[in-house]
């Protein structure tokens, strides 16, 4: 959620959308019973899983979205980007440990690492790139996730919690949770921090190209059981085979997960994104203010989660076993996009007319 520097229309309309579909797995979480699990083949439907699976382009976009945009601030004012990196990504973890967490999950003593750590940590080991050619950066992404991703070799052994591997600690009697990898997540804002220029001025037809072609071969390595620790089998139905060789490992991001999703961010940055209307600009305004919308849409959507909860069943969470309503998630989904426009549209004016201000920046 990286802003700064200079503005590039379709590279705020895709951060937008997907701030649209982050806020639908947040309600998503809130508004179904507690335990459920979409990507349980097992207990899940159809709908239930692509809900779940299209909000997988999230985090990858948001990630490669966070080095463009540095590397295109770097350009403009290289003088502060250092400083900017630092200070923004240690700012990113403070939020994440205090008030993404608690927004989480009400309690002061459960600390949780996701995406703003991924973030954070990124910003924070992108500092010594700056001294590097950008080439270096795209060489230095590209070839550590290849060797992430190769077999036989394991990456998850004492040390490489909160890196490589998810983790959590015990630690003066709080809990903290990552659940989100450092290492991988940087690598993926390397690949966008090297290659920002040739991303902002390809042609559409050239960004199509390279995003089918990543997304065709992260579907090809998956159906030939390559790319993805976890391996699909065949099962009862087609569609539930189709749906398992779809189920790709996020915690970290397989290389097969990578190269789908950010593929797709890629092909939606070269065609849907550049278009102008009312939606168009409404994308624009939120992408502009990705920030303010994510510390306001969590609490929102928990407390409306709780309050529904308590409404219905008597409890502060709808509880396990209840019917599944996935059109009550997309009605709640609708209210909070609804009630956070104007808000967004308001901070977006007000950053826009007040840039004296240099910590608006930072929300």
Not at 53 to 60: D, E, I, N, R, V
Not at 93 to 114: C, M, Q
Not at 121 to 147: C, D, E, N
Not at 198 to 227: D, E, I, Y
Request: charged share 15%; aromatic share 14%; hydrophobic share 55%.
């Amino acid at each position: 959620m990286a802003e700064g520097g200079p503005r590039h229309g379709p590279l705020d309309a895709l951060r937008g959308f997907v701030i649209v579909l982050m806020a639908l797995d947040h309600v998503r979480g809130f508004f179904t019973p507690a335990g459920a699990d979409p990507m349980n083949l097992d207990t899940t439907t159809v709908g239930f899983f692509f809900m779940r699976w299209s909000t997988h382009l999230c985090a990858p976009v948001f990630v490669f979205l966070m080095g463009v945009s540095a590397a295109l601030r770097h350009d403009k004012k290289p003088a502060e980007t250092l400083r900017f990196l630092a200070t923004r990504g240690l700012w990113l973890i403070l939020l994440e440990l205090t008030w993404v967490s608690f927004a989480w999950s009400w309690d002061p003593s459960f600390h949780y690492l996701g995406v703003l750590w991924a973030l954070g940590a990124s910003m924070l080991l992108l500092v010594p790139l700056t001294l590097l050619p950008r080439w270096m950066a795209v060489f230095l992404g590209v070839i550590g996730t290849l060797l992430l991703a190769a077999p036989g070799l394991e990456w998850d052994g004492p040390g490489t919690g909160f890196w490589l591997q998810r983790g959590q600690i015990e630690l003066f009697g709080m809990t903290i949770r990552a659940s989100y990898a450092a290492v991988p997540w940087f690598l993926t804002a390397a690949v966008g921090w090297g290659g920002a220029q040739w991303f902002v001025s390809a042609k559409p037809q050239r960004l199509a190209l390279l995003g089918g072609g990543a997304a065709l071969t992260g579907l090809v390595l998956r159906v030939a059981g390559l790319g993805n620790p976890r391996d699909w089998t065949e099962r009862a139905s087609g569609l539930q085979t189709a749906l398992d060789l779809l189920h790709l490992d996020k915690y970290p991001p397989s290389l097969d997960f990578l190269l789908v999703f950010v593929g797709f961010g890629l092909l939606l940055l070269a065609g849907p994104m550049r278009m102008d209307g009312p939606g168009s600009r409404w994308l624009r305004s939120l992408g502009r203010t990705s920030m303010f919308f994510y510390l306001l849409h969590l609490p929102l959507a928990h407390a409306a989660g709780n309050a529904t909860a308590w409404l219905w069943f008597g409890t502060p969470r709808i509880p396990p076993g209840a019917p599944l309503r996935l059109w009550l998630v997309l009605v709640a989904w609708a209210a909070v996009l609804g009630g956070l426009t104007p808000l967004c549209n308001a901070w977006d004016r007000l950053k826009r007319r007040r840039r004296d201000l240099w910590w608006l920046s930072y929300l």
